[in-house]
């Protein structure tokens, strides 16, 4: 069945966007190396707020050389500290190496106290991933000089020098670490990196390749390619251009705790500020649901130009989104055929009133290895245990749907 799957490769050609003029702003080579200027920042504590740094870069405007085409060498793109205009400095650079232990990535302060830095901010999306039971703390810095373009409301572009970590723990035991670091302006500049913590606890070390079973558990590491599966950029699609999954105007749309929509407005670090929260449309059990698929389906299921080529189906919902069958998942899921998966037993994406016969259901009830010998489970990679939760609020919301024509 796979192998009638269109492999495109021409999805690897970057598209490059606008960016909004930080990007590309502070060509300077980075004066310090990587590693102190990481170590240097740690040591300042990051208590500089981001108001003030705004207000200078804005007004520096330091001629930015933009939107970049894509296809610049990664080494010539380190911007941030050292940077050449406008008076405005990160605090940690973009870097294009992943450093070999996470202590040197920034997000600690103090790993031996799990101190994190005061500039990586705690966040947590509304609807996470499904990631077999491991619990997952979330932090993002955002740089100084610059501001989360946010023209299109629902592909937020983060400025170049953006990291975000996600951590992973089980029974209370750190596995690894996960960070990203936008490190160019055009959308297939991102770092992707993944760290494993040791036995005691002390530090994680850059895992390259993947890794089974860690620390005696069932988790598994993905190797980058399996990081560019969700994220993107992928030979067959998948992902989005603004790459950071769990960070949009959707998912921060909640009361907190951390950083939320409401605050990054406060903060002025939108470059498009909406009036407020948006709210995924529905009753409870369709939000549930809509979530559910949103975050644990739409980094693949998308219409965008990372989107899937085939099936065309789009499990995102928008801020846009007014009413339930205005959405992505209605329309393209409900009582839809399947036109791949065929010959299984169930025949829609979404089949009103029947779990069996709705084929999302159904993929999301089967666990194998990653790929073959079971090729039916959803999503195809990252989870090797059912999620009853995620699953029961996807089976709620089919019960009261419409059944096919
Ligand atoms: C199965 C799909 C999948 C795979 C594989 C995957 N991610 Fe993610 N990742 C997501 C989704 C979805 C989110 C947002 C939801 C959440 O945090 O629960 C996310 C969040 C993140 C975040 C927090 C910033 C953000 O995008 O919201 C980081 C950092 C991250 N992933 C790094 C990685 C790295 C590095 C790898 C590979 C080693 C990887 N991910 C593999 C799907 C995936
Ligand atoms: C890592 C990317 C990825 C994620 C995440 C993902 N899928 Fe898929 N999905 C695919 C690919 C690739 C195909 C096409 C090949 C196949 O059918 O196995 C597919 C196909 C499907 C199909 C068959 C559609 C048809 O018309 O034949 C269904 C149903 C489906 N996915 C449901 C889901 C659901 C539900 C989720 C979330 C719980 C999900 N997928 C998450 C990659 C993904």
Redesign the pocket.
Known sequence: MRSTLPLVFSALVAVGFAACGDGGADTATAASSASSALSSSSAAGGTAGHGGALTTHSAGGSGGTGGQGGEHASSSVATGAGGAGGGCQNLLPAVTEPPAKLSETGLYADITTKKVAAYARAYA?QF??WADDAK?Q?HVYLPECGTIDTTDMDGWQFPVGTR???EFSLGGKRLET???VRYGSATKDIL???YQWDEEQTDATLVVGGAKNVLGTDHD??D?L??R???GPYPAKGGLPS?????DALQLSHDGPGLTLASLIAEGLLSSPPAGNFVVPGTAIEREALGYLH?NCG?CHNDTSEGLLFPSFNARVKTTDADVVSTGAYKTMVNQPTQLFVGFGCNYRLAGGSTANSCSYVRMTERGTDMAPNLKQM?P??TEVIDVTGTAALGAWIAILPPPP
């Open positions: 999306p996470s991933l997952k979330r975000a970590w996600k996960r960070m990203m992707y990196a993944t590491i993905p980058e399996g990081c599966r969700c994220h790459r950071f999954l769990g960070l975050a980094s999503p990679t990252g």
